[in-house]
C-alpha cells in the first residue's frame, strides 16, 4: 500500500462543477503540498499545509491532522483547470518528500 | 524576479555514459531538491541540498549523485546511464527547505 493515496485517479468535469480531490496518507507529516502539472511538465506549488484550511482564488485546500487526510476543491471550475493534481507530504521522522501518483482532471466547456 | 532554470531542457544519452544535469534557484534560496519523474513510478525524491550540505537523500542507488555550490546552483550526476533511468528530472528550491516549492521545468532525459 502506498504511503500516499489519491483519488479519485481520473476525473471529468463540466466546467463550472465543483471539484473534490482526496488525499490520504499513512505516515507521520510535518506538511503537506498540492501542487498543479500542466502538459509539459512544469508544476506549480498550488498550497502547503500543515493544519486547518487554505483558500486562493478558486482553490481551497483543507486538511485533518487526526485523520491523516486532505481535500483539494475546485470551484466554479474551468477548462485550464484542466492538470494533475499532487498531493506530497513531508514526513515528519525522515524529512523526506513523498508523492502521490496524481489526479489527471479534464474540465470541458 | 527570474525563476528556477534547469539546462539542458532536453537531453540523449546511450548506455553506460554519464551525464550533469544543473538547476540554478531563485536568487536567495538556499535549498535544491532534485526528482525524478517516470510515468511508471510517479515523482520520487533524489536528494536535498541545503547550504553546500546533502541534507537528505531519496532510496536510489550511488549512481546518481549531487552537489551544491556556494551560490547555491546545484548539479546532479547520474554515471553508468542505464534504460530505466529515462525520465524528467526536476529539481525545486525554496529558502531554507520547509517552504513553498518552486519547481524548474525539467530536464527531460532519454537513454538509448
Known amino acids: 500500500k502506498n504511503e500516499v493515496e489519491q483519488s479519485p485517479q481520473n476525473l471529468t468535469a463540466q466546467e463550472g462543477e465543483f471539484i473534490t480531490i482526496n488525499c490520504s496518507y499513512s505516515v507521520g507529516i510535518s506538511a503537506l503540498h498540492w501542487l498543479q502539472q500542466h502538459p509539459g511538465g512544469g508544476i506549480v506549488s498550488l498550497f502547503m499545509l500543515s493544519s486547518g484550511k487554505k483558500k486562493h482564488g478558486r482553490l481551497i485546500a483543507t486538511i485533518n491532522i487526526q485523520e491523516k487526510h486532505s481535500s483539494l476543491h475546485i470551484t466554479a471550475s474551468h477548462p485550464r483547470d484542466s492538470a494533475v493534481y499532487i498531493c506530497?507530504?513531508?514526513?515528519?521522522?525522515?524529512?523526506?518528500?513523498?508523492f502521490g501518483t496524481g489526479t489527471r482532471l479534464q474540465v470541458f466547456p | 524576479k527570474a525563476g528556477v532554470t534547469q539546462t539542458p531542457r532536453y537531453l540523449i544519452k546511450t548506455r553506460g555514459q554519464q551525464v550533469t544535469l544543473s538547476c540554478s534557484p531563485i536568487s536567495g534560496h538556499r535549498s535544491v531538491s532534485w526528482y525524478q519523474q517516470t510515468p511508471g513510478q510517479g515523482l520520487q525524491f533524489l536528494f536535498e541540498?541545503?547550504?553546500?550540505?546533502?541534507?537528505n537523500k531519496g532510496n536510489f542507488p550511488g549512481r546518481f549523485s549531487g552537489r551544491q555550490f556556494s551560490n547555491s546552483r546545484s548539479e546532479m550526476n547520474v554515471s553508468t546511464l542505464e534504460l530505466g533511468d529515462s525520465a524528467l528530472y526536476l529539481c525545486a528550491s525554496s529558502l531554507q527547505g520547509f517552504e513553498k516549492l518552486f519547481f524548474g521545468s525539467g530536464t527531460q532525459l532519454s537513454v538509448l
Open positions: 506530497a507530504v513531508r514526513s515528519y521522522n525522515t524529512d523526506k518528500l513523498i
Open positions: 541540498y541545503f547550504s553546500e550540505t546533502q541534507r
